[in-house]
């Protein structure tokens, strides 16, 4: 039986590398032996989908304010590389959804990451996202070349009942699932079992052998980040995991 290798995965691109999800970032991860680009998405004032990690603006660009209090246009405006320590030569926009994929079609995967909106200290939806990604990732024509992955596992419930041929997966951490509660497995695959995703997408620090194989002989694959020292990416890789997340692609070269 041939067992599949480790997937590299960039993540934001490679945010050590390159201003995180950024066309740069991405351009970059492609030229490393990588499998897929992670990237974040969160939605304008009028609905349009961006490639960005935080819900404001300040860390990232030379902006301020709510992601959700502009429209496409003023946040299109945006020095998406303001801030990358050491600088960078170049101005770059904050991508869109589409931008992001046309550039990953028929190279890579697209591991989309989708963002809760946050306004006015509430956590919520932006409408109609999941439809909004869904589409974006038809008129691609990737359906078949991304995973969707979100912290908010009803709103990988819902994709998936939008697109059931779509993969998904549960990004789990301490804020999510609590290892150490009673039944603490039983109450993680309940969970991953309501979304219908087929990946767990799992915090580093989290991470045992145990773990790993209780996830495979549930018929789960399961994804590590953000794992960013290349002694922790072999150890890794050696265990068996089906993914590795990593701000340093680049690490992937010597694997």
Known sequence: MMIARTQYVAHRGGAELAPENTLAAFQTALTLPVDAIELDVHMTRDGQTLVIHDNVLERCTDGQGNILDFDFSHLRSLNAAAHFPGGWPERQQIPTLREVLDL??????????IKPS??????????????????????????????????????????????????????????V???????????????????????????????????????????????????????????????????????????FTKL
């Not at 909004?132 to 009803?154: C, H, Q, S, Y």
Request: negative net charge.
């Open 118 to 175: 946050k306004h006015n200290g509430v956590v919520g939806r932006y409408p109609n996202i999941a439809e909004t990604v869904i589409k974006e990732v038809r008129d691609a024509g990737m359906l078949n070349d991304v995973l969707v992955i979100a912290f908010d596992w009803g709103m990988l419930e819902l994709v998936k009942s939008l697109e059931p041929a779509i993969q998904a997966g549960a990004l789990v951490d301490l804020e």
């Open 177 to 251: 699932w609590d290892p150490q509660a009673e039944h603490a497995l039983d109450t993680l695959f309940k969970g991953v079992k309501r979304t219908g995703c087929s990946w767990i997408n799992l915090s580093e620090r989290l991470f045992t052998e145990d773990l790993l194989e209780a996830v495979h002989s549930r018929g789960y694959k399961l994804g590590l980040w953000t794992v960013d020292v290349l002694e922790d990416l072999r150890r890794f890789a050696a265990a068996g995991v089906d993914s590795l997340t990593s701000d340093r692609p680049d690490l």
């Open 104 to 113: 990953a079609r028929g190279r890579v995967q697209a591991y989309i990451e």
